[in-house]
């Protein structure tokens, strides 16, 4: 079946250093891939998405970019701020809606 | 204002007792879902919808069941067979336009007495 393979965390870093969190993912066919982003006590919120090879999709600064060659889609950040604190969520889909998550990857923003 | 209305925010259960959770929507979207979520993992899909009276089992469904009589209304219930239901449950759906993006709601956090 699909799976996805997300960097543990979690991840603490100064405000205006670089974010990088890996995502691998197996899957039959060629799902579209997604970040959401769950803040505390809360449901999950779209972030970006690639739905085909060599796709970035780009949203508050964040981008990914689905490699097929690696089968990858690490998300990055130029400059995190203390506002990005959240738990970030790699997943990925195909057709039919049923959406496979990583295990989620907490990050800390201290100021 | 529209969205995924998902109640309660906190239910506790007792011991041999089932709980329904409910998720409204008023998107007039066709799919529905129901996630779990345990502290420090991925979501898991426990049943999805696609359409009104048709409910697939996901990955976890053991324990839980669901109907989906109206377009906008996916209730779950946690039956007393689910040993172990304490987790944070989440409701999402998705609109045949929208290139399998996922709305979810705020979520149900589910304790055990």
């Known amino acids: 079946g699909d799976s996805v393979t997300q960097m543990e965390g979690p991840v603490t870093l100064s405000e205006e250093a670089f974010l990088t969190i890996n995502c691998t993912y197996t899957a039959t066919g060629y799902p579209s891939l997604f970040w959401y982003v769950q803040y505390p006590g809360e449901g999950l919120q779209l972030l970006l998405k690639?739905?085909?090879?060599?796709d970035k999709g780009s949203n508050k600064g964040f981008e990914a970019t689905y490699r097929k060659e690696t089968t990858s889609f690490h998300l990055e950040k130029g400059s995190v701020q203390v506002s990005d604190s959240a738990v970030y969520f790699c997943a990925g889909g195909t057709s039919y809606g049923k959406l496979t998550f990583g295990q989620g990857t907490i990050l800390t923003v201290h100021p | 204002d529209g969205g995924i209305t998902q109640s309660p925010k906190y239910l506790f259960r007792k011991e041999g007792q089932n709980v329904t959770l409910s998720c409204e929507q008023n998107?007039?979207?066709?799919?529905m879902y129901w996630y779990r979520q345990d502290p420090g993992q991925g979501l898991r899909l426990i049943y999805y919808s696609q359409i009104v009276n048709d409910f697939q089992k996901g990955d976890i469904a053991e324990g839980y069941s669901v109907s989906r009589e109206k377009k906008e209304s996916f209730p779950l219930t946690v039956t007393s067979a689910q040993k172990n239901p304490t987790a944070f449950y989440l409701c999402?759906?998705?609109?045949?336009?929208?290139?399998?993006?996922?709305?979810f709601g705020s979520g149900t956090q589910l304790s055990v007495l």
């Open positions: 690639a739905t085909k090879a060599d």
């Open positions: 998107l007039n979207h066709d799919a």
């Open positions: 999402a759906t998705r609109g045949a336009a929208t290139n399998e993006k996922l709305f």
